[in-house]
């Protein structure tokens, strides 16, 4: 959430800020209950030093009837009064909140302007297109094949986009989580299983919306807590309502849950087999920092996340995020696109993504430090993805594919797998 003051002193770039993400809020409504409450405030604070002068002149002093009963008749209307201006700054406030919250978060001067993933400019590639002498299979025929996925058994237990992994492929995504947690170990982040549930405030204060047919989230009935769609909610949330200690900063996170999502609308070719599914294993970075530090971890995430599929040998991209598919919390974003021989003939798939927050989360889940000075200011939150496990092993499947429909293992995963190749039974 951005700070009120910021918003009314800067309301012409917020309200660019709102049409360059192509969402909806009214930053003016919210700078006029922003001045109506500094209003209602003063108001307010009127009234109870009235109030107490009132009470003040009856202390300690001989006064006759007369005098005594018109301080009491001006106290009790003095009352009435305050009751009646905390009533409306309290809905003032509600509605000021409200409003608030729907507006996203300021974008980094350098973030592309544009609306969707396609409008996401390529800022760097590390190794090229995997090259076959052969006609590449997907990796849902080769998981078939291979007899390391079922869809069709979990479509009848669970519905579609469900999946079961099977021999190899339990192995396979156990070896790809311990092979990220001792990269990000080395990196000095404290490792975490976090819960599979969240309060709905929890999430609120991230910035996803537990609620309402847009919703990707699936929602407890009669509990307000939700399936949690990443870690980063359950880390984000971790400090909520505390003060961090500045010399503890910045913390390091890697949280690894399942992951949960709804997935509304998504269909074809695009969401085919592992590539968009309900539940997903995701091992996920999260850094409490200093203001002036945000930029540097925010590099460093992705630097990690690049490591990560550089040692596994995955052609890959980096793309920097647009303002349209940055996502209400984020002042930037970059992702990474895997190359997935079997997606529509060849194509780049998102495999990862980090996110600078800067203080947005940090307001909504009141999470602060002590400064130097003295004062309690606002951390700044990022996020990133260490390995998202169902996403790679589609890159592994389909790039590491052999002609005789056998698959080899990258290099770095052997040791975590116990084996060196996935053959047919």
């Avoid at 406030?93 to 608030?100: D, G, I, N, P, T």
């Amino acid at each position: 959430m951005l700070d009120y003051k910021f918003i009314a002193e800067n309301l012409t770039a917020v309200m660019a800020n709102i049409a360059d993400r192509f969402m909806k809020a009214d930053a003016e409504l919210v700078a006029r209950l922003y001045s109506k409450r500094t209003e209602l405030t003063t108001n307010l604070q009127s009234l109870q030093q009235k109030r107490n002068a009132n009470a003040d002149s009856m202390k300690g002093k001989v006064l006759d009837i007369t005098q005594r009963s018109a301080l009491i008749d001006e106290g009790k209307k003095l009352k009435e009064e305050i009751t009646l201006a905390e009533t409306a700054l309290a809905a003032v406030e509600e509605e000021l909140l409200r409003e608030a919250r729907k507006i996203p978060n300021m974008a980094h001067p350098d973030a592309p302007v544009g609306k969707e993933d396609s409008d996401n400019p390529e800022i760097k590639r590390v190794g090229e297109p995997t090259v076959f002498n052969f006609e590449p299979a997907d990796h849902v025929k080769l998981g078939q094949d291979l007899d390391i996925i079922d869809f069709d058994s979990a479509t009848k237990v669970s519905g579609t986009k469900f999946y079961y992994l099977k021999n190899e492929g339990v192995y396979l995504e156990l070896g790809l989580i311990r092979y990220a947690l001792d990269i990000l170990q080395k990196k000095g982040f404290t490792p975490f299983i976090t819960p599979d549930i969240a309060r709905e405030e929890i999430l609120e204060g991230i910035g996803f919306n537990p609620r309402g047919a847009e919703s990707n989230v699936y929602t407890l009935e009669g509990e307000d807590t939700c399936l949690v769609g990443t870690a980063e909610i359950t880390l984000g949330g971790y400090y909520s309502n505390s003060i961090l200690p500045r010399e503890k900063l910045p913390l390091r996170m890697a949280g690894l849950s399942h992951c949960f999502r709804r997935e509304a609308g998504a269909a074809g070719q695009f969401s085919k087999g592992l590539y968009r599914v309900h539940q997903f294993t995701k091992l996920e970075m999260f850094i409490f920092c200093l203001p002036q530090e945000s930029d540097k971890f925010h590099e460093e995430l992705r630097l990690i996340e690049e490591e990560i599929f550089e040692g596994l040998n995955i052609p890959f991209r980096v793309v920097d995020t647009c303002t349209g598919d940055l996502g209400a919390p984020a002042y930037r974003k970059w992702d990474l696109e895997a190359w997935m021989p079997g997606r529509n003939g060849g194509e780049w798939g998102e495999v990862t993504s980090t996110s600078n927050c800067t203080d947005y989360q940090a307001r909504r889940l009141n999470i602060r430090f002590k400064d130097s000075d003295g004062k309690n200011k606002f951390v700044h939150m990022l996020n990133g993805t260490a390995i998202a496990i169902s996403r790679a092993i589609i890159a592994i499947l389909e790039n590491f594919q052999q002609a005789d429909g056998t698959v080899r293992i990258p290099r770095a995963l052997v040791p975590y797998c116990g084996f060196d190749s996935i053959k047919k039974k």
